[in-house]
């Protein structure tokens, strides 16, 4: 009876050191909920590679990585969608019930930004925008909880004049009429506001008209060599078309809506219309090379599939779309990650201070942060260029950043 | 972390020394000479509490850093604030993400700046492309609390009646360990004359070694060295013509001195600080060169050790210097002016005026000169010499 309880007494001690000697987990704290307001009806591409950017994030900090250690205590991230239809009244509706079902933080297309911010300021909750880059949405000052991983109208408006005004061209400033378009002629504005000799002419194009001959032919006699238009991706095709039409092979240059799917399904039938379209946007890759941004591209891959554009090239490949901007969202939920264990907290106004001090790798290997003066996650000096040609795109090679970038492989 | 830096050398040397005596008949040694680095203390450059975000720098990318460091004190010669306006001059092409530690208080862009500065705790941020050539310039306001102590420069401002008298001393002096042995003077003599052309020519110390035979003998007491300070500005009292002054503290000259000038009103102080290389203490006794010195007359071998160790002390001190707030790049040419003004007590932190704005008066002032000698170190480098 002795024996058998110093036995006893053996195990349990060993059992204790094993217990001590082990890596101890954190107890877990439960979910944390971050809120997804995205355009799901309004523009289903950019709705679903945000969504998909987030919940890969998510489930990477909270599978693989153990969740999220705040304090003692371990969480899960967990995400929740809201359509915001692209309205911003919608958008409104969408951060109130995200603030009642106790978000932690919200991420957004940018849609109704202007309005929401103050309701998640309330609550000092972080807005987080990953994808329009209009100016006056940011500002650490007066809009301390908004921030930003997507590139800046201002950073594409001012790229692009220090990337064309050196060339000569007369160039023909267009944008249409909606939201997006007329934010990003007021950054053209300013740009461009030093060299007029380089604008032929400025422009506003009706949104969603399938006709713009008149506008083009307009333009074609303002004697302009090159159109940077600032427009909805539709407007974009539709000026494409009237272009080419008349057969006036005029560069076309665009913002990052250049690159979007919906311009290459509507002219499939003619890929040449394509050639030679020039977009800007944050590049892909960093200087320590492609292999960061190939992996973030396998994970989503794996989980969601290939992004297919619908189109083919000349040589019959599906062309598919590399996850853009799925890389902003995710960059931000893993920065969101950081902060939360910096803050050790997670009462949002911590979280959003906290956001100011952190740093992450991005999915392209480029270090990703805020600072208490710039809540911009996309600094401008990372605006490139890239051309399509035969429906896919490759960094162009006479701006100095561009021509540093490899080309991303399109086509599966 | 102080004390690593401090005794890096003389751990060294020590290593050596035990080595040497292991062996049976005394053979020669390397010994590594002080320069260009480590540095005697942590500090300058300035150290925030913040862990700093992983750096990059693309390997085809330089940096050199410029830096004016505007320092405000009160009426007594107190320090209120101090600003520093760095220029960081990125030269190749690739990206950069560096972070600069100090303990900051606010960063805006600088004229000229082709960025914008981050801001985060204690940290200054820069982040981008540089297509072949790019300024970052700004204006970091710093602590003074913090900043202070690393200023080069204290000075004090006392009136009496209508007597003002402004002292301005080098706070740079730090207890450094030196070693002995037996060495050769003409290789010695020629390590002086490489440390003199480094020093005059402005360049960066190379790293060099001393053949020292048995054993490195490393004496207790540590010596003082300063980094040697140009300075230059005036005093001016309101009505009366500035006195102006120019001096160098250190390098075998004292290490304060006054200035003394009479009138009514408050004192503005103006002065110019900057790092300057070891001139007296390098020039060579009688001679062209240190080489021929010592082919001309018997150089006793410790006195040429001691100033070859103690002018490249001075010379590594002097380039700490140089870099206030660190240069990301740390290859990369850093050069630090600080300049002193008189700011008005109620004076909001911010960045001072431009340099110049002292205007001149319009009558004679009566000014009394006074040089304090305070140390000087070639003779006291002698004496202590001799007591080895």
């Keep these: 009876m002795r024996r058998s309880a110093a036995l006893l007494a053996g195990f349990a001690l060993i059992a204790v050191l094993a217990g001590g000697c082990g890596k101890q987990s954190a107890a877990s704290g439960g979910n944390i909920l971050v809120a997804v307001d995205v355009p799901v009806t309004g523009d289903p591409y950019i709705a679903q590679t945000i969504k998909h950017g987030v919940q890969l994030a998510a489930s990477n900090v909270s599978g693989t990585s153990g969740g999220v250690l705040v304090g003692q205590k371990s969480y899960a991230l967990k995400s929740k969608l809201y359509d915001n239809h692209g309205s911003a009244r919608q958008a409104v509706e969408d951060t109130r019930s995200a603030l009642g079902a106790g978000a932690v933080a919200i991420l957004t297309d940018g849609t109704g930004a202007a309005a929401t911010w103050q309701l998640a300021q309330q609550k000092g909750v972080p807005v987080c925008i990953t994808y329009d880059g209009a100016s006056g949405l940011v500002d650490p000052s007066k809009r301390p909880n908004v921030f930003r991983i997507a590139p800046t109208d201002h950073g594409i408006a001012f790229r692009y004049a220090e990337y064309l005004i050196p060339k000569g061209l007369k160039i023909g400033l267009l944008h249409d009429d909606s939201g997006y378009g007329q934010e990003g002629a007021s950054d053209l504005q300013k740009a461009f506001s030093r060299n007029p000799r380089s604008v032929a002419l400025r422009m506003t194009l009706p949104a969603g008209s399938a006709d713009l001959s008149a506008q083009i032919l307009r333009a074609r006699r303002s004697g302009a060599t090159a159109l940077l238009a600032w427009a909805q991706p539709s407007t974009i095709a539709a000026l494409l078309t009237a272009a080419r039409s008349i057969g006036w092979n005029v560069p076309v240059y665009t913002p990052p809506t250049g690159s979007d799917p919906y311009i290459r399904q509507r002219l499939a039938d003619h890929p040449s219309w394509i050639d030679g379209l020039t977009f800007a946007s944050s590049r892909l890759t960093a200087e320590v090379g492609t292999t960061p941004f190939e992996n973030f591209e396998a994970q989503y891959e794996s989980a969601y599939g290939v992004d297919k554009v619908g189109v083919k090239t000349s040589a019959g490949q599906p062309v598919v779309e590399p996850p853009e901007f799925a890389m902003y969202s995710y960059d931000c939920v893993n920065l969101l990650a950081a902060a939360l264990t910096r803050a050790g907290s997670t009462d949002p106004r911590k979280v959003q201070a906290a956001l100011n001090q952190v740093t992450t790798i991005g999915a392209n290997g480029d270090e990703r942060g805020f600072n208490q003066h710039n809540h911009e996650g996309v600094v401008d000096d990372d605006v490139y260029f890239a051309r399509f040609h035969d429906m896919t795109y490759a960094p162009v090679k006479d701006d100095p950043l561009s021509s540093t970038l490899p080309a991303i492989p399109q086509t599966r | ?388």
């Design chain 2, 1 to 388: 972390m102080r004390g690593i830096l401090g005794s890096a050398v003389g751990l060294g040397v020590v290593a050596l020394a035990t080595a040497a005596g292991g062996s049976a008949q005394p053979s020669g040694q390397q010994v590594v000479l002080p320069g260009p680095v480590p540095y005697p203390t942590d500090s300058p450059p300035l150290l925030g509490k913040t862990a700093l975000p992983n750096a990059y720098l693309g390997p085809l990318l330089h940096i050199a850093s410029g830096q004016r460091v505007f320092v405000g004190v009160d009426s007594e010669g107190r320090v209120a604030r101090v600003v520093d306006r760095q220029r960081l001059l990125v030269r190749g092409k690739g990206d950069y993400q560096v972070a600069i530690s100090a303990p900051v208080e606010d960063v805006r862009a600088a004229a000229g700046s082709e960025s914008e500065p981050g801001l985060r705790a204690d940290q200054v941020l820069w982040a981008g492309f540089s297509p072949g050539r790019k300024v970052l310039a700004a204006d970091v306001i710093l602590r003074p609390r913090a900043a202070e102590p690393y200023l080069p420069v204290r000075l004090k401002v006392r009136r009496d009646g209508d007597r003002v008298t402004l002292t301005a001393t080098n706070a740079t002096p730090t207890g450094e360990m030196l070693y002995a042995g037996t060495t050769s003077p003409p290789e010695l003599a020629r390590l002086l004359d490489e440390t003199r052309r480094a020093s005059l020519a402005g360049r960066r110390l190379a790293a060099a070694y001393a053949t020292f035979v048995g054993l490195v003998r490393v004496p207790k007491q540590k010596v003082p060295i300063e980094a040697p300070l140009r300075v230059e500005g005036e005093l001016r009292l309101p009505g009366q013509a500035p006195f102006s002054f120019s001096r160098t503290l250190g390098d075998g000259r004292p290490l304060s001195f006054r200035v003394a000038a009479r009138g009514g009103g408050t004192p503005k102080v103006h002065l110019l600080v900057r790092p300057s290389p070891v001139v007296r203490l390098l020039r060579p006794p009688g001679a062209e060169t240190w080489v021929q010195a010592v082919r001309r007359r018997s150089l006793p071998a410790p006195f040429l050790l001691r100033r070859l160790i103690e002018t490249r002390m001075r010379l590594v001190r002097a380039d700490q210097y140089q870099s206030f707030l660190s240069n990301p790049d740390v290859d990369g040419r850093s050069r630090s002016v600080y300049e002193y003004d008189t700011v008005a007590a109620s004076a909001s932190p911010g960045v001072s005026a431009a340099p110049g704005d002292v205007g001149g008066g319009t009558s004679a002032l009566l000014v009394v000169a006074i040089t304090l000698g305070s140390v000087v170190l070639a003779g006291g480098g002698l004496v202590l010499w001799a007591h080895l």
